[in-house]
């Protein structure tokens, strides 16, 4: 039976939506790398103001505006130094008619209200100073203006009070929301747990020896799970040969391990098609779509896991990939569709009227070059920047037309 691209979108969403829906969810530290790009799970609050306390903003002195309204440079006003406060220190006051040097993220003193940077002061560079605990401050330095109050201060909890909501259930952890979650206090993040999906390859053609007739490298295993790796899930990988007695009692004992087993090859119609002589007999579904590449599909719905077949042209692996489990893995790691750029066609492309095709294109001076449509040439696959979708009813495209064109993903 032949279905559409959508009607085979839609089968794969009743599929996977549950597997998605069933994750549950782990505590990962916030500021790890395995935290990167997931998921939150729960709303947080910060358990920190943003910025966690009053500093400065600048290298200078901390003082009291008040003693500063009357410098001009005619009549400057010179007051002794305080002790010095550095990032890191605890908070120091400032003392009576006195300026405090402070570093850029040092608390601000109690009793300054304005920041005056030391390249304002006549000196323009700081003299010998003295941190609290390490002796008496000395010397003094000279203001030729005021500076008002608030200046270069950053205020605790300006950016985010404490209590506040730091990020909702749902968002994305990019780095910059890592930085908030962390800056808030957070050590901790509830995340989704990862997708588990098991990468079977298939055929008796795939070995190690290269140099074996009839033998090819396994290149799609490698491929799907670098591809896969893109959206934070966790990839297992199995090579199996074509025996449908092994490759059941395999994957019968992968259910248990995996959200999703993703099986590649042996689904057409020749006498060895070893997913879909195994997975039939269990339910599984195996149809033409209308699309080239990637024309043979099927998945089947274990006890314990979902299974999706592709077929084994590295091509139309890659491409059901991106046709069929992008869109619900952008939808779960909420990441945004992509959206395609308009260029003119390089040359003519024909296209079979009942498929939908996509081809993959080259973007070369300005124009989309359409590479071979060929599902087996995978050095083009690796060279494409561009996919170009030319929908069923479309028979031929002409050279300077102007034709969308969605980047790879890959
Ligand atoms: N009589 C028909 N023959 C074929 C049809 C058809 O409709 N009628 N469909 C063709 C299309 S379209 C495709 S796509 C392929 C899909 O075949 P399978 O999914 O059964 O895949 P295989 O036969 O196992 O492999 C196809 C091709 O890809 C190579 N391959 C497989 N796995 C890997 C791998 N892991 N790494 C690299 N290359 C791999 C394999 O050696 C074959 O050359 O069927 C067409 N035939
Ligand atoms: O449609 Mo197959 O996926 O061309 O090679």
Redesign the pocket.
């Known amino acids: 039976m032949t279905c559409t691209l959508e009607n085979h979108r839609t089968e794969l969403v009743a599929l996977l939506s549950p597997v998605f829906a069933s994750l549950g969810s782990e505590v990962l530290p916030a500021g790890s790398v395995e935290a990167s790009n997931r998921i939150l799970s729960q709303d947080l609050y910060a358990q920190l103001p943003i910025p966690a306390f009053t500093n400065s903003q600048m290298d200078g002195y901390a003082a009291r505006s008040a003693d500063l309204a009357e410098a001009t440079p005619g009549s400057p006003i010179c007051l002794p130094l305080g002790f010095t406060a550095a990032a890191g220190d605890p908070q120091i006051t400032l003392a009576e008619g006195t300026v405090s040097p402070v570093m850029t993220g040092a608390m601000i003193p109690a009793g300054a209200d304005t920041v005056i940077p030391v390249e304002e002061s006549v000196a323009g560079s700081f003299p010998d100073l003295v941190r609290a605990h390490q002796g008496e401050p000395h010397g003094s330095a000279e203001f030729t203006a005021p500076s008002e109050p608030g200046r270069f201060i950053r205020t605790a909890g300006i950016d985010l009070e404490a209590g506040a909501l730091v990020a909702k259930a749902g968002t994305r952890l990019t780095p910059t929301m890592i930085a908030a979650l962390v800056s808030s206090g957070l050590r901790e993040v509830p995340v989704r747990r990862a997708l588990k999906v098991a990468v079977c390859?298939?055929?008796d053609?795939?070995s190690d020896d290269q140099r074996s007739q009839g033998q090819?490298?396994?290149?799609?295993?490698p491929?799907l799970t670098s591809w896969l790796h893109q959206y934070q899930i966790q990839v297992r990988t199995l090579?199996l040969p074509?025996d449908p007695a092994r490759f059941a009692l395999a994957i019968d004992a992968l259910q248990e391990q995996v959200d999703l087993i993703l099986t590649?090859?042996?689904?057409?119609?020749?006498a060895?098609?070893?997913?879909?002589q195994a997975l039939s007999p269990l339910g599984g579904t195996f149809h033409?779509v209308a699309i080239?590449?990637?024309?043979?599909q099927g998945f089947a719905q274990l006890s314990q896991a979902a299974v999706l077949?592709?077929?084994?042209?590295?091509?139309?692996?890659l491409l059901s990939a991106e046709l069929f489990l992008a869109p619900l893995l952008r939808q779960f790691n909420a990441l945004p569709e992509p959206a395609p750029k308009s260029y003119p066609l390089a040359g003519d492309v024909t296209s079979p009227e009942h498929k939908h095709q996509v081809r993959r294109g080259v973007i070369k001076d300005g124009a989309v070059e359409i590479l071979g449509p060929g599902?087996?040439l995978?050095h083009d696959l690796a060279r494409a920047d561009a996919l170009v979708h030319i929908p069923i009813g479309v028979s031929k495209l002409s050279a300077g037309q102007q034709i969308e064109t969605w980047s790879m993903n890959v």
């Open positions: 390859t298939t055929g053609e795939l090819i490298p396994d290149s799609n295993s491929m090579q074509d590649v090859g042996g689904i057409s119609a020749g060895y098609e070893v997913v879909s033409h080239q590449p990637g024309g043979p077949c592709f077929p084994g042209n590295p091509v139309s692996a599902s087996h995978v």
